[in-house]
């Protein structure tokens, strides 16, 4: 299962941590179909502004390179984007219960 993303409604375990992003920051990775949990992921470790996003990676190729580590998500030949693990249950990607 691919990672739910917007516009799909939020999973409800991952709504906390989104809350905290600014308004800015959600529209723009919204925009962008960033999944939920990605989002979450970067609230968690406290990027909640435009100028936090600015700052976490110095050059988009280390931003490609270095986000799917570091955010827990990766991309199949597809391009899809999934969790890292094959969870019988993952709220991020809403299998299971
Ligand atoms: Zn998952």
Redesign the pocket.
């Known amino acids: 299962?691919a990672?739910v993303l917007p516009p799909a409604e939020i999973p409800a375990g991952l709504a906390d941590d989104v809350g905290k992003l600014h308004q800015s920051v959600r529209t723009l990775l919204t925009h962008k179909s960033i999944p939920w949990?990605v989002m979450a992921k970067l609230a968690q470790d406290g990027y909640v502004t435009m100028e936090d996003l600015a700052d976490r990676w110095d050059t988009a190729e280390t931003a490609r390179t270095a986000a799917p580590a570091e955010l827990e998500f990766t991309r199949n030949a597809t391009g899809e984007i999934?969790?890292h693990?094959n969870?019988p249950v993952?709220q991020?990607?809403q299998?299971g219960s």
Request: charged share 10%; proline share 0%; aromatic share 0%.
């Open positions: 299962m990672l949990q999934h969790c693990e969870l993952c991020a990607c299998v």
